[in-house]
């Protein structure tokens, strides 16, 4: 089992928790039986609990390209609900300001473009960065006061998912349900009016904090406000069309089936070209050595013998040296 399993995760559900469930689902399914025949696995990139999608889980030795999950891209919808600002952003923490101000969908449009391109933004003091060697939850859940560095991101792009309600209105409420077509009655479109909520869709930078943004976004409609629902549509490589829900995945583990729902390794790396090689060029990979005289370009590559990864690789000046190697 080498590979990917994509999970939808449910609302509710750590990160390592999803981790659990497929360690689960391999023992089950006769994967792993003991403990030393368990392949490794690990997630590509934290979903905080309150949030719902996609969540790769790497099995084998695709989970050393988990690191290269870190690092990629993500798209999430998320609902900004206006007036109530939380010490965590999000519907977990306790109020910290209010505000009777509500923008309008107009407004909210105008003020998007200062937040597309590279920005700086402030982390949530309720985050995993450390201060002194310490989480800054930690911090934060002690009491302390938390101050975080701006950092640099990048949102490559942010657009309105949908426009949210106008205060007084009803609609449903679940985190599934936001993002479907509400009657027109419910949702006026005019831009003119207040309106308590909007959705929003962001495809974003390693690194960003979609609480911050959201955040921000508020305070300069001179309001506040803080997410309501997050979810992760893709995580680089990987969108929702690849993932299952957890009863699919325990469903699979009771058939013995799960190599059905597993991706392959070269599908966490479908964002570089394939570099194939000789037998004999794929053995001396294996054994840690440059090989001379490629004829590629310089950048990544996945190399691979036949069928087989070798390994991931980097060329530069007709040199070709391995970044990761595939025990396989």
Same mark, same amino acid.
């Given at each position: 089992?080498?590979?990917?399993?994509?999970?939808?995760?449910?609302?509710?559900?750590?990160?390592?928790?999803?981790?659990?469930?497929?360690?689960?689902?391999?023992?089950?399914?006769? %994967?792993?039986?003991?403990?030393?025949?368990?392949?490794?696995?690990?997630?590509?990139?934290?979903?905080?609990?309150?949030?719902?999608?996609?969540?790769?889980?790497?099995?084998?030795?695709?989970?050393?390209?988990?690191?290269?999950?870190?690092?990629?891209?993500?798209?999430?919808?998320?609902?900004?609900?206006?007036?109530?600002?939380?010490?965590?952003?999000?519907?977990?923490?306790?109020?910290?300001?209010?505000?009777?101000?509500?923008?309008?969908?107009?407004?909210?449009?105008?003020?998007?473009?200062?937040?597309?391109?590279?920005?700086?933004?402030?982390?949530?003091?309720?985050?995993?960065?450390?201060?002194?060697?310490?989480?800054? %939850?930690?911090?934060?859940?002690?009491?302390?006061?938390?101050?975080?560095?701006?950092?640099?991101?990048?949102?490559?792009?942010?657009?309105?998912?949908?426009?949210?309600?106008?205060?007084?209105?009803?609609?449903?409420?679940?985190?599934?349900?936001?993002?479907?077509?509400?009657?027109?009655?419910?949702?006026?479109? !005019?831009?003119?009016?207040?309106?308590?909520?909007?959705?929003?869709?962001?495809?974003?930078?390693?690194?960003? %904090?979609?609480?911050?943004?959201?955040?921000?976004?508020?305070?300069?409609?001179?309001?506040?406000?803080?997410?309501?629902?997050?979810?992760?549509?893709?995580?680089?490589?990987?969108?929702?069309?690849?993932?299952?829900?957890?009863?699919?995945?325990?469903?699979?583990?009771? $058939?013995?089936?799960?190599?059905?729902?597993?991706?392959?390794?070269?599908?966490?790396?479908? !964002?570089?070209?394939?570099?194939?090689?000789?037998? !004999?060029?794929?053995?001396?990979?294996?054994?840690?050595?440059?090989?001379?005289?490629?004829?590629?370009?310089?950048?990544?590559?996945?190399?691979? $013998?036949?069928?087989?990864?070798?390994?991931?690789?980097?060329?530069?000046?007709?040199?070709?040296?391995?970044?990761?190697?595939?025990?396989?």
């Amino acid at each position: 089992m080498h590979g990917w399993i994509i999970l939808d995760k449910p609302l509710g559900l750590g990160s390592t928790q999803g981790v659990s469930a497929v360690k689960r689902a391999l023992r089950e399914g006769g %994967y792993g039986p003991k403990k030393r025949d368990m392949p490794k696995v690990g997630h590509g990139g934290t979903l905080d609990p309150l949030a719902t999608g996609v969540l790769p889980i790497a099995i084998g030795e695709a989970t050393k390209l988990a690191g290269r999950m870190l690092d990629s891209d993500k798209i999430y919808d998320f609902t900004i609900g206006f007036g109530v600002q939380t010490d965590t952003l999000d519907l977990e923490g306790r109020e910290i300001a209010t505000s009777d101000v509500r923008p309008t969908i107009d407004q909210v449009r105008a003020v998007l473009p200062r937040f597309t391109g590279p920005i700086e933004q402030v982390p949530p003091a309720y985050s995993a960065l450390k201060v002194d060697g310490e989480r800054a %939850y930690d911090l934060a859940r002690a009491g302390e006061e938390v101050i975080l560095a701006p950092r640099s991101v990048t949102i490559h792009s942010l657009s309105i998912r949908h426009p949210g309600l106008v205060p007084g209105s009803t609609a449903p409420q679940s985190a599934a349900s936001r993002l479907e077509e509400w009657p027109r009655e419910q949702v006026r479109g !005019d831009g003119l009016e207040p309106i308590d909520e909007i959705t929003l869709t962001a495809h974003v930078s390693k690194g960003t %904090y979609i609480r911050s943004l959201a955040r921000d976004i508020a305070l300069a409609l001179g309001t506040v406000g803080h997410v309501t629902m997050l979810r992760r549509t893709r995580a680089g490589p990987f969108g929702l069309e690849s993932a299952i829900s957890l009863d699919k995945l325990g469903e699979h583990a009771k $058939a013995r089936t799960l190599e059905h729902l597993l991706l392959p390794l070269r599908a966490g790396l479908d !964002d570089i070209p394939a570099l194939s090689l000789t037998p !004999d060029q794929a053995g001396l990979l294996r054994q840690g050595q440059v090989l001379a005289g490629i004829a590629a370009d310089d950048g990544q590559y996945f190399a691979c $013998a036949g069928d087989t990864p070798v390994a991931l690789v980097e060329a530069q000046s007709g040199l070709v040296r391995v970044v990761r190697g595939f025990n396989l």
